[in-house]
């Protein structure tokens, strides 16, 4: 008799999600159907609901929090150590001049052209 009682239960729950979920649908259509009613209406064009999603954006978003709640990892500690830069930041700047580079020693330019 409890397994014939709970399977009734059961079957309310589904129909009682099925019936929200109707709902919900028809609620979402109807707000649609207004707005692009009233775009119509007005001359406007009509925008589709769009989510814009980029997932490299996400990763970065969350490597990015890590790295500011862990601090910066030993592997890229260890590569600015290797190439002798700051350990605070690991990150070449590329193009600020000739100050920047440490391993190399200038020589005039040959004019054989």
């Given at each position: 008799?409890?397994?014939?009682?709970?399977?009734i239960?059961?079957?309310v729950m589904g129909l009682m999600f099925a019936a929200s979920l109707a709902v919900a649908v028809t609620l979402l259509a109807t707000v649609w159907g207004l707005r692009y009613a009233w775009a119509r209406l007005t001359g406007k064009p009509v925008d589709p609901w769009v989510m814009?999603?980029?997932p490299g954006k996400?990763?970065?978003q969350f490597r990015a929090a890590a790295a500011r709640r862990n601090g910066p990892a030993a592997a890229d500690v260890a590569a600015a150590r290797a190439r002798g830069e700051?350990?605070?930041s690991p990150v070449v700047s590329i193009g600020r001049g000739d100050a920047d580079?440490?391993?190399v020693r200038s020589r005039p330019l040959d004019s054989r052209s």
């Open positions: 008799m409890f397994t014939f009682i709970l399977r239960v059961l079957f814009r999603f980029h996400g990763f970065e700051s350990v605070s580079v440490t391993d």
